[in-house]
């Protein structure tokens, strides 16, 4: 067993305490993989997860409060007071007969056998207080170098589980590391594997990338040829040469789930980007959110307070607050002088002062226009939305009678 023992990490007192539970009854234990790549890097980790040489029988009979989340490979919860955390067997993974989950797990005493099934030398290392840093594939040196490497052949990592391969390039972004050369070359040549991964495990994947402090390694996707599988619009935007602009704007946008899905995929159109968000199996709000913020761009220029009233309106007040921000974004990159500091400072003001700027702030309802004109279906939804345009013209005018007086003046009754 490898060990560097000058690398000192703050393990929680509940990680600790767990794996000193396991030492007593004479079981090895050890914080593994994420949490330790990076604790090493002063990162705060997700969460930590524990792998043991004890089995999954042997961890519930130490614990006295456990779940079976994932037993049958080795996976049991322990609860420590309203914290949860995943403690693993150490396990040899069988045949990956599908290119996504193997076909068998062997548990196993071997720590370095634990490691060696995981995807990359960051993600295989193991530490305690009394080992010290376990390190069996250099994965510290890796670190230190600010590189991606599979454990072993990479040409096996990617046929046990092609997901690894956006996970290469979705670390790269995370981390601002590079993709070791033989790695890379692997991707590229089993790229086509991606195929068989389930849209919904790459959409994770593509939206951390995309958040990250590098969204830029989109790029990436294109130059290995798995953008097909994850994002197929680059490849569009890179036949027409528009990748390298795309990124640089997606790289100038705030750390927003919908703003960077928004930058990505800002060259395309209303049904286009929708389909393409509804093929990774996005929410209906992500869909919804992401598609009125690309076509928002469009919108004609707000020039008085007026025009804002009818722009919170048109675009929706729930979105207003992102397209005032998002619009800033764009004006800038597009290199124009944009007018999104007056539109805020007026949309500021609107709200505070509470003034009309959809049907339900409208003093008039389609009740009162069916008592007073007797109207019935969809002249009641046209009635009120065109009072609602003059009141969003003048505010003044939002006042009951005003308004009554207004549609029997503009229908004749």
């Known amino acids: 067993m490898k060990e560097k023992k000058y690398i000192k990490i703050d393990i929680p007192d509940n990680v600790s305490l767990i794996i000193k539970e396991l030492e007593k009854k004479g079981f090895e234990a050890f914080a593994v993989g994420g949490c330790v790549r990076d604790a090493i890097l002063k990162k705060k980790p997700n969460d930590w997860d524990i792998t043991t040489s004890a089995s999954p029988m042997d961890i519930k009979s130490v614990f006295l409060r456990t779940i079976d989340t994932g037993i049958e490979h080795g996976t049991v919860t322990v609860l420590i007071g309203k914290e949860s955390y995943e403690v693993t067997t150490y396990r040899i993974d069988g045949d990956y007969i599908d290119g996504r989950h193997p076909e068998s797990v062997l548990f196993t005493d071997n720590l370095k056998k634990d490691l060696e099934r995981r995807d990359f030398t960051i993600n295989a290392m193991a530490y305690n207080k009394k080992t010290g840093l376990v390190d069996e594939f250099d994965g510290i040196n890796d670190l230190e170098k600010k590189v991606i490497r599979c454990v072993g052949n990479p040409y096996d990592r990617f046929n046990e589980d092609a997901l690894r391969m956006l996970r290469a390039i979705r670390f790269s972004a995370v981390l601002g590391f590079e993709i070791e050369n033989e790695t890379n070359s692997a991707i590229k040549d089993l790229c086509d ?116 009233r009818k722009g919170i309106f048109e675009l929706g007040n729930d979105i207003f607050p992102l397209y005032i921000e998002f619009k800033s974004y764009y004006d800038a990159w597009m290199g ?78």
């Open 336 to 413: 124009v002088q944009g007018n999104m500091d007056f539109v805020k400072k007026e949309y500021d003001d609107i709200i505070s002062k509470k003034e009309c700027v959809s049907l339900k702030e409208l003093d008039i309802t389609g009740r009162d226009l069916i008592d007073n004109f007797g109207i019935s279906g969809s002249d009641i939804g046209d009635g009120l939305k065109s009072l609602l345009y003059m009141v969003l013209e003048d505010t003044d005018l939002n006042k009951k009678e005003k308004l009554i007086e207004l549609y029997k003046s503009i229908h004749s009754f």
């Open 193 to 308: 594997n991606l195929e068989k991964v389930s849209k919904e495990r790459i959409q994770v994947e593509m939206d951390k990338l995309l958040i990250s402090d590098n969204p830029g390694r989109i790029e990436n996707l294109v130059n290995t040829g798995i953008s097909k599988y994850c994002l197929k619009e680059l490849d569009r935007l890179n036949d027409n040469q528009e990748l390298e602009s795309v990124k640089c704007f997606v790289e100038s946008l705030p750390k927003n789930h919908y703003y960077r899905w928004a930058g990505v995929l800002i060259r395309f159109d209303d049904e286009e980007v929708k389909k393409s968000l509804r093929s990774l199996k996005w929410d209906n709000k992500t869909i919804d959110i992401v598609s009125r913020l690309v076509r928002s761009i469009n919108y004609p220029e707000m020039k008085s307070r007026a025009d804002v």
